[in-house]
C-alpha cells in the first residue's frame, strides 16, 4: 500500500470550502485513493474514493493530480458538523486492506 | 437498513477471561472486517472476510485471537485469554463491493 501524507490539523470556516490535502507519491498504478472520516467516538465513514479521474458525490469532490502523486479532498459547504479526523489512503487494488495513518484532525469553527 | 451492528458496545473484564465480540453486517454486503483502534497505534485491520470465507488473518495480534463467520449475518471475534494490553475499541465493517466499507458504532474493550 502507498505512504501517505497528511497535514496533523486543520481549521476551516463554517460555510466555507474544506480542502484536505494527501501526498501518495508512492502510489502505484492500480492502487486507489480513498478517504474516510471519524467523528470523535463514531467508526470510520467512508466518504470518496477515486483511481486517475476526479470524482464528486453527495459529501466531497476529490481531485488528484494529473501524475496521481497527490490529491485534494474538498467539502464545499463545511459545517461543525464536519469536525472529524479525515483518514486518506492509499488502498491496495480492491481496497480490502486500508492502512489507517494518523490522518488530519478538520475543526471547523463558526 | 439498520447498518452494521456490534455487541455488547461495552465490555469491561478481568484479565485471563474469554470475551467475544459479535457483529451483524449489512444485509447483502459479502466483506467482512474486524478492525482494533488503540492511542497508541490508531486504526488497525486485524481480518477479513469474503463471503464467509476468512481471506487474510495476517492483523491477528496472536493465537488468543480468533475469528469466526458461520454464516453472511454473523461474525464474531473472541480472545481467550484476555490481557490488559487487549483494551481498545474494535470495529467491525462491511462492504458490498470491497471499495466502500461501513463501519459499526464499536465495542469499548477495558481488560483490568
Known amino acids: 500500500d502507498a505512504k501517505t501524507t497528511q497535514p496533523p490539523s486543520m481549521d476551516c470556516a463554517e460555510g466555507r470550502a474544506a480542502n484536505l490535502p494527501c501526498n501518495h507519491s508512492t502510489i502505484s498504478g492500480n492502487e486507489y485513493v480513498y478517504w474516510y472520516r471519524q467523528i470523535h467516538s463514531q467508526g470510520p465513514q467512508y466518504i470518496i474514493h477515486g483511481l486517475k479521474n476526479n470524482e464528486t458525490n453527495e459529501m466531497a469532490s476529490l481531485i488528484i493530480t494529473e501524475d496521481r502523486k497527490s490529491s485534494t479532498l474538498i467539502l464545499p459547504h463545511a459545517t461543525l458538523r464536519d469536525t472529524a479526523v479525515y483518514y486518506c489512503?492509499?488502498?491496495?487494488?480492491?481496497?480490502?486492506?486500508?492502512?489507517f495513518g494518523a490522518g488530519t484532525i478538520l475543526r471547523v469553527k463558526s | 437498513d439498520a447498518g452494521v451492528i456490534q455487541s455488547p458496545r461495552h465490555e469491561v473484564t478481568e484479565m485471563g477471561q474469554e470475551v467475544t465480540l459479535r457483529c451483524k453486517p449489512i444485509s447483502g454486503h459479502d466483506y467482512l472486517f474486524w478492525y482494533r483502534q488503540t492511542m497508541m497505534r490508531g486504526l488497525e485491520l486485524l481480518i477479513y472476510f469474503n463471503n464467509n470465507v476468512p481471506i487474510d488473518d495476517s492483523g491477528m495480534p496472536e493465537d488468543r485471537f480468533s475469528a469466526k463467520m458461520p454464516n453472511a449475518s454473523f461474525s464474531t471475534l473472541k480472545i481467550q485469554p484476555s490481557e490488559p494490553r487487549d483494551s481498545a475499541v474494535y470495529f467491525c465493517?462491511?462492504?458490498?463491493?470491497?471499495?466502500?466499507?461501513?463501519f459499526g458504532p464499536g465495542t469499548r474493550l477495558t481488560v483490568t
Open positions: 489512503i492509499g488502498g491496495g487494488e480492491y481496497g480490502n486492506k486500508l492502512v
Open positions: 465493517a462491511s462492504s458490498p463491493n470491497r471499495y466502500e466499507q461501513y
